[in-house]
């Protein structure tokens, strides 16, 4: 039994922790809200977020240096927007090394950096290489009923990625390991914004043919920005790829995905966040990977498209008409130049 903290009970920070708790592990969530904690440790549930009753042996705090007291991992499932701040408080309490490992989804506007490098930033003593990310097709919503799940934890550092693997591995967790940790980020980050198209796709009326070509090409700009950026173009491929690109387009549990159903149907971001009243990661996401196309010169017009929908107030239907029209070419282009360039060595 390792005693474990996990900071952020929102629904996929409970998920989280109950896998833990079901391996047997002394679990810890935490929340900034005193109230959020209460309730949980009296209740046992977190109804604004999962319906469901919480195990027993999971003790929420509100204090995060009594949440991470003798822990020997620390799992970060905060907005990427708090990874900053939460870190920074680590960094003033923390009095040993714990394994660090996160499962957030999103790039940090104008900075353009991924969780894992923001965490390095703001922790000291820890290396970059130490740190894991825990990514994959996971709706909390699945997890939280142990329906069968798989992700992949991915460390420079093997016997971190390894040590993460076990913590979490169950019958109904599968988790496999990886050490392309850039790959593995930017799939989980970039997918929500292929998810807001897929949702803007449906909230149009356009039907599966629709849907299908999106998440293609949206695949291909994901590829095409990740191995710009250093990632192995076959991670993309995989379970934190197209794996959770298509769980998340493609179901009404994807916060993204309901999102851009709204905008589809006509409303506008403010009044989409405002009914939302949770945080949806592929709205931020999509400024850093706009920014980060223009700065690597990669083509992502899927992207630059919802980007337009989201900050520039352009009509969707006028974005799918710029899409449909844009030049002539040969659709395995881009991939296949990929891995040749990659393996041609």
């Not at 629904?11 to 929340?31: P, Y």
Request: glycine share 8%; proline share 3%; with cysteine.
């Amino acid at each position: 039994m390792k005693k474990v903290a996990v900071l952020g009970a929102g629904s996929w920070g409970t998920a989280l922790s109950i896998v833990l708790a079901d391996n047997g592990h002394d679990v810890r969530l935490w929340t900034h809200r005193e109230e959020q904690a209460n309730i949980i440790n009296e209740t046992h549930k977190n109804e604004n977020y999962l319906e469901i009753m919480i195990p027993k042996k999971i003790k929420a705090y509100s204090n995060l240096e009594e949440a991470i007291k003798d822990v020997s991992a620390i799992v970060l499932v905060v907005p990427t927007k708090a990874i900053r701040e939460v870190s920074g408080q680590l960094n003033n309490i923390l009095d040993s090394f714990p394994t660090i490992i996160h499962a957030s989804k999103g790039i940090e506007p104008g900075s353009l950096k991924r969780v894992s490098q923001m965490i390095d930033e703001e922790i000291e003593g820890y290396n970059y290489e130490d740190i894991v990310v825990l990514s994959g097709p996971s709706h909390a919503e699945e997890v939280a009923l142990r329906q069968p799940t798989t992700v992949t934890v991915a460390s420079i550092n093997e016997e971190k990625s390894k040590i993460a693997q076990e913590l979490f591995f169950n019958e109904s967790f599968r988790v496999y390991t990886s050490n392309d940790v850039i790959g593995i980020e930017l799939g989980g980050a970039l997918k929500n914004i292929i998810a807001l198209g897929a949702g803007i796709s449906d909230g149009l009326g356009y039907g599966d043919n629709a849907k299908a070509a999106l998440i293609t090409r949206g695949l291909a700009e994901i590829t095409r920005l990740g191995t710009s950026l250093g990632a192995n173009p076959l991670s993309f491929l995989g379970l934190p790829g197209v794996g959770d690109l298509i769980v998340t387009c493609t179901s009404v549990h994807s916060r993204n995905w309901r999102a851009g159903n709204l905008l589809g149907k006509g409303k506008n971001l403010d009044e989409v966040l405002e009914q939302m009243g949770m945080v949806v990661e592929g709205v931020r996401t999509a400024k850093a990977a706009y920014q980060f196309a223009k700065e690597q010169d990669v083509e992502m017009p899927i992207t630059s498209g919802i980007y337009q929908i989201l900050f520039n107030d352009v009509k969707p239907r006028e974005v799918v008409e710029q899409l449909m029209n844009r030049d002539k070419r040969e659709e395995m282009d881009d991939l296949s130049t990929l891995l040749r360039n990659r393996y041609a060595q």
